[in-house]
């Protein structure tokens, strides 16, 4: 049978978006099952301590509350501190959800109260009082690097690598030195859709839970381990997501306690997090990198030497990373990069949005613009004299690298050749323009994924995998492999996910669900076409023609030109002959699935030139950001409208990091104080320029089955830079703070 290309690299429409403008697609915090009662968290005001007394006798007065569940009165959990590990497998001692009365951090949940209404329980909420005994703590940055430390257990990826030749020495001898302390603000992740869980209690006493999570498999082997269940006790659903970035790796604390909470009561019960509750539980690190880049008089870089500090908490290890990437990405005889991690008493720190490379892409394009003019070069004409066509720090080979045509591309369609070197010397009227670049690289990374096909006798198929769409489209670029991989029309295909009971799926991220689950249903659909053709095959009653190899699948019907002209057979009419009501298949996709991406040691990088212009009030200190350009190489586009949102998307967040996001530590209290949208800046559309995102051609069919790279993160990783690199060719100062505030 032939395979017809017709849907994939399309610019397809989400196939949910009618439901999402229409309210049909319900969120976690919309199931409102009968009887269902509302908790409301009370969140602790200090970081270190210990719970003395709970006064919740007024709470309980308030009428329609049912219970105050504190760590005192709550229900049995698991008691070992392994039993609370999640998926994501940060090293160190989980925080266990009112386990004790030991306080960890500012805002760690105390207690939950439940109530018949919303209002009633966050009335009651704010009358619970709790005394404390307060310990000492530190919420300080720069005191926590004082005591920076490289976790002894860790995923070894992490580990910085082998230094290559030898970096101090190259760098006393270079001719051109820059050399500096870079940092980023600690940032939150605000998804549209704050977190949320409604766990309903079934009648054979098992729990469906729908919980707003990247991972709903995850979470449910989480309830399982950390409520003692076994694994059919739980299902997790999350069918749609508005967004996360990172936030919903980790099982949140809103999904244990209202599964607790449930089973406590044997009610259905939401809890929901409010803006500042978004606060509590994760948020990207604060990031400090000495960069000291060493180079020659012709801008040829001779050294590079990067040293990171990501901060954590005192409990868990979370560290990122953040220092290779530039060695990765550069030709340099000689670079060594170093990493640790700073405790504070907070909550974790937690990936987001391209963990440890929007952080140290972003930082270090911000030195190679520094060398380039130390060198007196265009900061594009530096770059490519000092490109890599390998993984340069690991020595190895890479399945593709198109970052040379997007560097071309992008520079082309933004006009870079037009621009003058001098800081400062282009200007419209009063505004001072300045025109910025920077590179960026991510994973392209594979999972193994598993996913069903099913072809029923309404003629639609139906394809399932326990994945989630967090808003970037995977129903939709699902629905158009599914509907090349089995030659049916798009609106006959059902997409079911965001289930823990569907096939199995990693938890959404680090931009690989494009690849790993469009590369599971692509095989479960081809084994589905197999099994048809099969059964037609060994059916009696079906038409010798169909028994031909000449047949075609395509559009949902089969058919073939025969003597007597073209035939076809719908295929409900295939399955009834042959006496099915519906057919099946499920697949799994691992890596070495053709044979080459587990056997050929490659890197596997996405990349892209990102090109930017701003406008400087040099009275005002004001900075607009005029114009952005991202030239994108990832592989496989499967869908080129929702792969521009992603990118689009995530330059908004980027300049949000260039320009707004930081979270402020009130070291006294050890809280995040800006926590709400009034104080906590995130770019609103009057901050946001035309922005233009074009895919440079990119075949590689060694990063994973159907050449797909991702691109969820990638945007984030240069587009700061960018930002930050205009400022300085328009005004001729350096920031190395990210936010940059001028003036400040
Ligand atoms: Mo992303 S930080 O891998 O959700």
């Given amino acids: 049978m032939n395979v017809i290309s017709t849907h994939i690299g399309q610019p397809v429409s989400r196939i949910d978006g009618v439901a999402k403008v229409t309210g049909q697609a319900k969120y976690a915090a919309e199931a409102h099952p009968p009887g269902m009662l509302y908790g409301v968290v009370v969140n602790s005001p200090i970081a270190r301590g210990r719970i003395e007394t709970i006064h919740d006798a007024e709470a309980r007065q308030v009428p329609g509350v049912i219970e105050v569940m504190t760590h005192l009165n709550r229900p049995h959990a698991a008691l070992f501190e392994k039993s609370y590990m999640d998926g994501l497998g940060v090293p160190g001692v989980p925080y266990r959800p009112l386990h004790d009365g030991e306080i960890h951090f500012n805002g760690q ?30 919420a300080d940055f720069e005191v926590a690097l004082h005591q920076k430390y490289m976790p002894s257990k860790t995923r070894s990826n992490y580990v910085p690598p082998k230094p290559r030749g030898d970096a101090a020495a190259a760098y006393a001898l270079s001719a051109v030195k820059i050399e500096g302390r870079y940092h ?19 009648d054979d006493g098992t729990f469906t839970v729908w919980d707003k999570t990247q991972g709903p498999q995850a979470v449910q082997a989480y309830l399982a381990s ?107 005889p000689n670079a060594t990069a170093d990493y640790k991690v700073a405790p504070r008493d907070t909550y974790t720190s937690s990936d987001m949005r391209a963990p440890g490379a929007a952080t140290g892409v972003n930082l270090l394009e911000m030195a190679i613009d520094e060398m380039a003019y130390a060198c007196s070069m265009d900061p594009l004409a530096f770059r490519l004299h000092n490109y890599s066509d390998i993984d340069a720090m690991h020595d190895m080979p890479l399945t593709s690298k198109a970052l040379r045509d997007a560097m071309a591309q992008g520079a082309q369609h933004f ?33 193994p994924t598993s996913a069903r096909a099913r072809l029923g006798q309404d003629g639609r198929l139906h394809i399932a995998t326990a994945a989630s769409d967090i808003g970037t489209g995977t129903y939709t670029i699902l629905a158009q492999t599914a509907a090349e991989a089995f030659g049916m029309p798009l609106d006959r295909i059902d997409v079911e996910l965001g289930d823990s009971t569907l096939p199995e799926c990693p938890t959404e991220g680090g931009s690989w669900t494009a690849a790993s689950a469009g590369a599971a249903v692509w095989l479960a659909c081809l084994s589905l076409r197999r099994k048809l053709i099969d059964m037609l095959a060994r059916s009696e009653n079906a038409p010798p023609w169909v028994k031909q190899d000449t047949v075609t699948l395509e559009g949902g019907i089969l058919h073939d030109m025969t003597e007597n002209g073209p035939v076809s057979l719908s295929l409900p009419d295939a399955l009834s002959l042959a006496g099915y009501d519906a057919l099946e298949a499920e697949e799994t996709a691992k890596p070495g699935l053709r044979g080459k991406i587990s056997q050929m040691r490659k890197a596997r990088f996405t990349h892209s030139a990102v090109f930017c212009e701003v406008r400087v009030d040099p009275e005002l200190d004001t900075v607009r950001v005029t114009r952005l350009l991202n030239a994108v190489a990832a592989g496989r586009i499967m869908n080129p409208k929702t792969a521009a949102s992603q990118i689009r998307g995530a330059m908004v967040m980027a300049t949000g990091m260039a320009l707004h996001e930081e979270s402020l530590m009130d070291e006294r209290v050890g809280r995040f104080m800006n926590h709400n949208f009034a104080e906590y800046h995130i770019p609103a559309h009057a901050d946001i320029p035309d922005m233009d995102v074009l895919f440079v051609n990119e075949h590689d069919d060694e990063v994973s089955p159907l050449g797909v790279k991702g691109i969820g993160e990638i945007g984030m990783c240069g587009t700061a830079a960018a930002i930050a690199n205009a400022i300085f060719h328009a005004t001729g100062r350096r920031y190395r703070n990210l936010p940059i505030m001028p003036g400040a």
């Fill in 226 to 332: 950390a409520l003692s269940l076994s694994k059919d006790q739980v299902r997790v659903r999350n069918p749609y997501v508005g967004g996360a970035f990172g936030s919903g790796l980790r099982a949140v604390y809103n999904v244990f306690l209202a599964t607790l909470t449930a089973e406590m009561l044997k009610r259905a019960v939401r809890v929901t997090l409010t803006r500042s509750q978004m606060f509590t539980h994760a948020f990207r690190p604060e990031a400090v990198m000495d960069i000291a880049l060493g180079a020659s008089r012709d801008g040829t870089l001779q050294s590079m030497i990067v040293k990171g500090v990501t901060d954590t908490s005192r409990f868990e290890h979370n560290i990122e990373n953040i220092v290779i990437w530039g060695l990765i990405n550069y030709k340099c």
């Fill in 415 to 447: 006009g870079w050749h037009d621009r003058s070197m001098m800081p400062g010397s282009m200007r419209d009227g009063r505004e001072l323009i300045g025109w910025g670049m920077a590179t960026g690289i991510w994973d392209a990374m594979f999972s």
């Fill in 184 to 202: 980023l603000a600690p940032e939150h992740h605000n998804p549209m859709e704050m977190h949320a869980t409604t766990a309903i209690v079934e």
């Fill in 109 to 138: 949940p105390v207690a939950v109260v439940l109530a018949e209404t919303f209002e009633a329980a966050r009335e009651a909420a704010m009358v619970v009082r709790v005394d404390y005994e307060r310990w000492p703590h530190n």
